[in-house]
């Protein structure tokens, strides 16, 4: 028995007066840690352009990249670079405002590793978003694509890509009256940082591409790799031409443009998504 007093509160699970050593194990630190990644829900990543959609957060800690040890800083425009914890709808959750792309440098091992960081944190559902261009002919720019499914290939030499419609959300777009500009469609991710040629656009359309980006795909591969359930989607920002004489590349500027013209649409389908998520997913 210690020799201090003793309150007996074992409210909150913790008994003073059997914890004479006053020593954190390891094992003691896993169960703070376990308490605390319960919190934590759903992982948000905003595409290029798409930043805003971390205004859904309220009651928001933002934390820079640059100052978490060992993180990686976003270095393209329209990633402000850095880490919302907060609630949209309620739900607890952790906004990526900027992600990390091949092109920038980085290995796919470090653009995955924040949501490696999300499933430590107790993240189980994972909503990663990303500006792309619309290949289907039927898209038009500002529509949105939900990634029924993604064309890994990067990693033609052996990720599985994920398979599957989201029943679920898509009755949830029908409900917010969004079926008309919401498609659900087949992502690739491409190294860049340039974008495709004419050949290559013409090359996966042929493979069933409907919309083309450099990111997401890998994200979505780890996440579901960690057990985590996926929903993502394209804002189209552009239509990419398969014509040599009519056809214009995509630039930053109008990328970045679309997705601020969207920032209110899609505000209301991040906290609709997130919603969805915390009245459906029964506390997993
Ligand atoms: O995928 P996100 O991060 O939305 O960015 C997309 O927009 C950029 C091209 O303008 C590329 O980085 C492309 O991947
Ligand atoms: O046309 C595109 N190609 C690749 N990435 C993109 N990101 C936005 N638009 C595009």
């Known amino acids: 028995m210690s020799a201090y007093s003793c309150n007996n509160n074992k409210s909150n699970g913790y008994d003073m007066c059997e914890d004479t050593e006053n020593e954190y194990t390891y094992e003691k630190l896993m169960k703070i840690r376990e308490f605390l990644a319960e919190r934590i829900h759903v992982g ?21 990249y640059k100052d978490i040890p060992s993180f990686p800083i976003s270095t393209v425009q329209g990633h ?40 430590l944190l107790g993240v189980t559902h994972l909503i990663a978003s990303n500006a792309a261009g619309g290949l289907n002919p039927s898209y038009k720019v500002g529509d949105i694509m939900l990634q029924k499914d993604h064309l890994n290939i990067m990693g033609f030499s052996g990720n599985n890509p ?35 040629t004419v050949a290559e656009l013409r090359a996966l359309k042929v493979l069933g591409v409907d919309a083309v980006g450099m990111s997401t795909v890998h994200e979505v591969t780890t996440a579901k790799h960690c057990g985590m359930k996926c929903f993502a989607f394209s804002l189209i920002t552009n239509i990419c031409s398969i014509d040599y004489e009519n056809g214009e590349e995509a630039t930053c500027e109008e990328v970045l443009d679309v997705g601020k013209s969207k920032e209110t649409i899609l505000k209301v389908l991040v906290e609709n998504v997130v919603k969805f998520i915390g009245e459906h997913s029964n506390n997993e």
């Open 44 to 64: 948000i990543i905003c595409g290029s352009g798409l930043g805003s959609m971390g205004e859904a957060v309220r009651n928001s800690v933002c934390i820079e």
């Open 80 to 119: 402000k670079g850095r880490l919302i914890f907060g609630y949209v709808s309620d739900v607890p959750v952790m906004c990526m405002q900027g992600r990390f792309h091949y092109y920038e440098g980085y290995p796919l091992s470090k653009c995955v590793m924040p949501v490696r960081l999300m499933k």
């Open 162 to 196: 994920l398979r599957g419609p989201n029943d679920g959300v898509t009755n949830l777009v029908r409900q917010l009256g969004m079926e008309d500009d919401v498609h659900e469609g087949v992502y690739t991710c491409m190294g860049g940082p340039n974008y495709e």
